[in-house]
């Protein structure tokens, strides 16, 4: 059967469409209102024995593409993102807070972005994505962080400094630690991330713990250095019952541009060239041995695996499966 419209079955579609736009409003109207508001901002499921809850910190929009990608043709930069029907004027990036019940003890990843709002109002939604998990902050045991930069830390105390989460220690690497919470840098252009990185990790200075490299600092948790980034970014292999995936913090943060593309410069690394080394690295380790991978900045929420894609990769979502 051809499906080719014709001028008369277009003249018919059309004047089919203006009868029903002149229905009255009972026929027009839905039977339900307009709802608004959004659905719980979680996703739980099973991994090996251990339980995964990744709650989020909300949106966190870049802005400009040109301003943070880098070394590649603004031309090149807007094509791949608009070939993959993604909005080539701003950049949205996720913050996946990935929650892991081990059984015996509960250890979350990241924290978002706190009281600041340097990237705009929609973030610092940690507290309420908790809440709508059914997660008590006094019930967090281990705050693991893959490094200092103000959207990952941001989210450990309050607006008066107070410790949001009582009963956690904080692990941390120590590079990133001594580089971040050092006085010296706040008067230049990382000003507002020492302050922030000061103010988060400073009055729980006591509880702070260091992990070393191919260290399994707590039982299924293995730090992996990742640095370029930061000095000291860190990514983990978390396993449970002979599964294992890996939570890639900032590695990548993008899904189509810094895959593809891995060489590609990304503004907030304190070293652009050892990143995309680091990046390539990782990635194909990741990609030949088939390790499921947790990002803090893909589209929610961030689990699925990547694969090699000529010179790059390519990330494949899983799809999501809820717990009954």
């Known amino acids: 059967?051809?499906?080719?419209?014709?001028?008369?079955?277009?003249?018919?579609?059309?004047?089919?469409?203006?009868?029903?736009?002149?229905?009255?409003?009972?026929?027009?109207?839905?039977?339900?209102?307009?709802?608004?508001?959004?659905?719980?901002?979680?996703?739980?499921?099973?991994?090996?024995?251990a339980e995964v809850s990744v709650v989020s910190d909300g949106p966190l929009p870049l802005g400009d593409p040109s301003a943070s990608f880098l070394g590649v043709p603004k031309e090149d930069v807007s094509a791949m993102l608009t070939s993959n029907f993604l909005d080539s004027k701003n950049v949205v990036l996720e913050q996946n807070i990935p929650i892991v019940n081990f059984g015996d003890r509960l250890v979350m990843f990241d924290t978002g972005m706190g009281t600041s709002k340097l990237f705009g109002n929609t973030t610092g939604r940690l507290s309420q994505s908790l809440k709508e998990a059914g997660i008590?902050?006094?019930?967090?045991d281990a705050i693991v962080c893959s490094h200092a930069h103000i959207d990952h830390?941001?989210?450990?105390?309050?607006?008066?400094?107070?410790?949001?989460?009582?009963?956690?220690?904080?692990?941390?690497?120590?590079?990133?630690?001594?580089?971040?919470?050092?006085?010296?840098?706040?008067?230049?252009?990382?000003?507002?991330?020492?302050?922030?990185?000061?103010?988060?990790?400073?009055?729980?200075?006591?509880?702070?713990k260091f992990f070393k490299d191919g260290e399994e600092f707590l039982p299924g948790i293995q730090a992996m250095s990742a640095p370029g980034h930061t000095v000291g970014h860190t990514v983990f292999m978390i396993s449970s019952d002979g599964k294992t995936f890996c939570f890639m913090g900032d590695l990548t943060h993008h899904q189509v541009l810094l895959l593809e593309k891995p060489r590609m410069e990304f503004a907030y690394?304190?070293?652009?060239?050892?990143?995309?080394?680091?990046?390539?690295?990782?990635?194909?380790?990741?990609?030949?041995?088939?390790?499921?991978?947790?990002?803090?900045?893909?589209?929610?929420?961030?689990?699925?695996?990547?694969?090699?894609?000529?010179?790059?990769?390519?990330?494949?979502?899983?799809?999501?499966?809820?717990?009954?």
């Not at 008590?136 to 967090?140: L, Q, T």
């Not at 630690?177 to 230049?188: R, Y």
């Not at 041995?289 to 979502?317: C, I, L, T």
Request: glycine share 10%; charged share 20%; no cysteine.
């Open 1 to 49: 059967m051809s499906t080719t419209l014709t001028r008369r079955s277009m003249l018919t579609l059309g004047a089919g469409l203006a009868a029903s736009a002149a229905l009255p409003a009972p026929f027009a109207a839905a039977r339900a209102p307009l709802l608004g508001g959004q659905s719980p901002y979680f996703y739980r499921f099973g991994f090996g024995k």
């Open 269 to 324: 690394d304190t070293d652009p060239k050892q990143s995309a080394a680091t990046r390539v690295r990782v990635l194909d380790m990741l990609a030949a041995q088939r390790v499921p991978v947790m990002s803090y900045h893909f589209p929610w929420p961030g689990f699925g695996n990547v694969a090699k894609a000529g010179d790059g990769f390519r990330y494949y979502a899983e799809p999501m499966k809820m717990l009954r």
């Open 153 to 208: 830390i941001g989210g450990i105390v309050d607006a008066d400094n107070k410790p949001l989460f009582p009963n956690a220690e904080v692990w941390l690497s120590q590079a990133d630690f001594d580089f971040w919470t050092d006085e010296g840098k706040s008067g230049g252009p990382l000003k507002d991330f020492i302050v922030h990185a000061r103010k988060n990790l400073m009055p729980v200075r006591e509880r702070i």
């Open 136 to 140: 008590e902050a006094k019930d967090i």
